[in-house]
């Protein structure tokens, strides 16, 4: 394949990924076979696919922002928490087999489906500021779903997600202003450590991010113009997906 082809395939696979990812999450299950199809190695793909994680999320908060939603001082919160388990997560990634992570994943994945389609009853999932009695709980979990996603990162999207709306009972939209937010910051160090480790494709990180920015800045306006209902739609199906990717 010449380089021309390979930019098509990279561009577009990130336009993909970033508007799933912003809507849902697992955009990398698309973005990591397309790297080691051309021809990177599990470490080198993983790290080379960060870059593009972080230009998404950067495009994403600032069409969020945009779009006039936004809440700094919560989002940082919830990042602050998430960022040392990330970090840890991301050595781990370096030196420890993953397969067995990925199938319990699969389960994890199906029962976040389920739970986010069935109508919860008595339950306000409206709300775009979380409250005090629910922080503690998210934050304890958070720490947790940081140490997943630095050490993987297929799949972080829908545990916050499922953190974010579950336990701080928050609208979809507002769940997802503050999962970009989140997986931006720690995105820095994380892909820091891939590089400093010598696994980052520049080139091809940077013409990934180029298509994960765009689709991601046009996924949070599609999101914020059709409201809850495209999020759950996108949601479920990207889920199921990963989910029977992750079986076979």
Same mark, same amino acid.
């Given at each position: 394949m010449n380089e021309i082809w390979?930019?098509?395939?990279?561009?577009?696979?990130?336009?993909?990924?970033g508007f799933i990812n912003v809507n849902a999450g697992g955009g990398s299950t698309l973005?990591?076979?397309?790297?080691?199809?051309l021809g990177l190695d599990s470490a080198m793909a993983n790290g080379t696919n960060r870059v593009g994680i972080l230009m998404q999320n950067i495009?994403?908060?600032s069409s969020f922002r945009n779009?006039?939603?936004?809440n700094a001082k919560e989002s940082l919160l919830y990042s602050a928490v998430t960022l040392p388990g990330a970090i840890l997560g991301s050595i781990l990634s370096l030196r420890i087999d993953d397969v067995w992570f990925q199938r319990i994943l699969?389960?994890?994945m199906l029962g976040i489906v389920i739970t986010m389609i069935?109508?919860?009853?008595?339950?306000?999932?409206?709300? *775009?500021? %979380?409250?005090p009695e629910h922080r503690k709980p998210a934050l304890f979990v958070l720490f947790f779903i940081g140490l997943y996603g630095g050490f993987i990162?297929?799949?972080?999207?829908?545990l916050l997600m499922a953190a974010l709306y579950h336990i701080l009972k928050l609208n979809l939209i507002y769940v997802n202003m503050h999962k970009v937010f989140i997986v931006m910051i720690y995105t820095i160090p994380a892909l820091l450590i891939f590089a400093i480790s010598g696994n980052v494709n520049w080139l091809y990180g940077l013409i990934l991010g180029l298509g994960n920015g765009v689709g991601a800045y046009i996924g949070v306006k599609v999101q *914020?113009? %059709?409201?809850?209902?495209?999020?759950?739609?996108?949601?479920a199906s990207a889920i199921l997906i990963m989910a029977i990717k992750l079986f076979v």
């Open positions: 390979k930019i098509v395939l990279l561009g577009l696979t990130g336009l993909a990924a973005t990591l076979p397309a790297l080691i199809f495009f994403a908060v779009q006039s939603v936004h699969a389960f994890v069935i109508p919860q009853r008595n339950i306000n999932y409206n709300r *775009i500021e %979380s409250s990162q297929v799949g972080v999207g829908f *914020i113009r %059709s409201g809850e209902k495209i999020i759950k739609v996108i949601l």
